[in-house]
């Protein structure tokens, strides 16, 4: 989440929002924000629905493995990886995105 957070002004450049979805309740991830510094969304996915529809839940549904998914503008999934974050590659699936939606 530090890495995002550190990148907030490229990702905005290219017209996207980071968002944390997390198993854990709000007040937690209010603490954890203020911790971390982060000051973009996190979201409290108690249910787990969100990491059912990610694909981000594990044999036990009360796990989540770490997952970055880019959503176009259209709610369709881009690209979706595990694992630690990889900026390189998410960068370019963000610039990728932002030329085709220029092209529009």
């Known amino acids: 989440m530090q890495g995002h957070q550190k990148i907030l002004s490229i990702y905005a450049s290219l017209n ?21 510094k982060l000051t973009f969304p996190l979201l ?9 529809q990610y694909g981000v839940t594990g044999a036990d549904k009360f796990l989540f493995n770490r997952r970055t998914v880019i959503v176009d503008k259209k709610a369709i999934i881009r690209y979706a990886k595990g694992g630690s974050p990889n900026y390189e590659e998410i960068l370019a699936v963000l610039k990728k995105l932002n030329h085709e939606e220029a092209k529009k």
Do not use: E, F, M, P
């Open 16 to 36: 996207a929002q980071v968002v944390g979805v997390s198993r854990d309740d709000v007040i937690t991830l209010k603490y954890w924000a203020q911790k971390y």
């Open 44 to 52: 409290s996915n108690i249910s787990g629905y969100l990491g059912d």
